[in-house]
């Protein structure tokens, strides 16, 4: 199975700030990488497909790269209902799998 | 609107059985992948199982290939997951969720139903 992996897995930011979080695959995927966001007690939010391209509706202050086993999520001026935690997801192979997770919290 | 509802969560002892339903409404299934994704109390997404448009292509995550069988009605635009040999570890809120082929991401999901395995 491919396994995923993100970092960090916790991140205190304020608002305002610009914020990147890394997903890495076990191996090359391509574009396979899509974004979630999910707020507490809530069902997960698709925010990115294919690497890079923004869901409709998603603002653009969410952006989204790379390709192979290296992505990025980065979000530039974080507001307050970004505060959530954010999860990486693979489609490359039969067996999805998601990466464990990045919550972002105020600081 | 595009909306998913999933049901049958329940209580249900460690060896039983659960069929949870997800109905579609707003759109037809039939041209849509689907999902099933569930996640324990306090802990991160895990996809379980999925089956392409036709029915044709299914696979199940391997902690639960053997036990758990997803399928679909296409004429009730509504999907399932058949669920057996349930474990304590199988507690878990289950979304569904639908894909297309073009991009492979998980668009659309429902709210989530609770399946709780205890004694």
């Known amino acids: 199975d491919i396994q995923m992996t993100q970092s960090p897995s916790s991140l205190s930011a304020s608002l305002g700030d610009r914020v990147t979080i890394t997903c890495r695959a076990s191996?090359?995927?391509?574009?396979?990488l899509h974004w979630y966001q999910q707020r507490p007690g809530k069902a997960p939010k698709l925010l990115i497909f294919?690497?890079?391209n923004l869901q409709s509706g998603v603002p653009s202050r969410f952006s989204g790269s790379g390709s192979g086993t290296d992505f990025t999520l980065t979000i530039s001026s974080l507001q307050p209902e970004d505060f959530a935690t954010y999860y990486c997801?693979?489609?490359?192979?039969?067996?999805?799998?998601f990466g464990p997770g990045t919550k972002l919290e105020i600081k | 609107e595009v909306q998913l509802v999933e049901s049958g969560g329940d209580l249900v002892q460690p060896g039983g059985s659960l069929r949870l339903s997800c109905a579609a409404s707003?759109?037809?299934?039939?041209?849509?992948?689907t999902h099933w994704v569930r996640q324990a109390p306090g802990k991160g997404l895990e996809w379980v199982a999925r089956?392409?448009?036709?029915?044709?292509?299914?696979s199940h995550a391997d902690a639960v290939k053997g036990r758990f069988t997803i399928s679909r009605d296409n004429a009730k635009n509504t999907f399932f997951l058949q669920m057996g040999s349930l474990r304590a570890d199988d507690t878990a809120v289950y979304y569904c969720?639908?894909?297309?082929?073009?991009?492979?991401?998980?668009?659309?999901w429902g709210q989530g139903t609770l399946v709780s395995v205890s004694p």
């Open positions: 191996e090359d995927i391509s574009t396979y």
């Open positions: 294919a690497a890079s």
């Open positions: 997801q693979q489609s490359y192979s039969a067996l999805y799998t």
């Open positions: 707003g759109f037809s299934l039939n041209t849509y992948w």
């Open positions: 969720a639908i894909s297309r082929f073009s991009t492979s991401s998980l668009d659309s």
């Open positions: 089956m392409n448009s036709e029915g044709a292509s299914i």
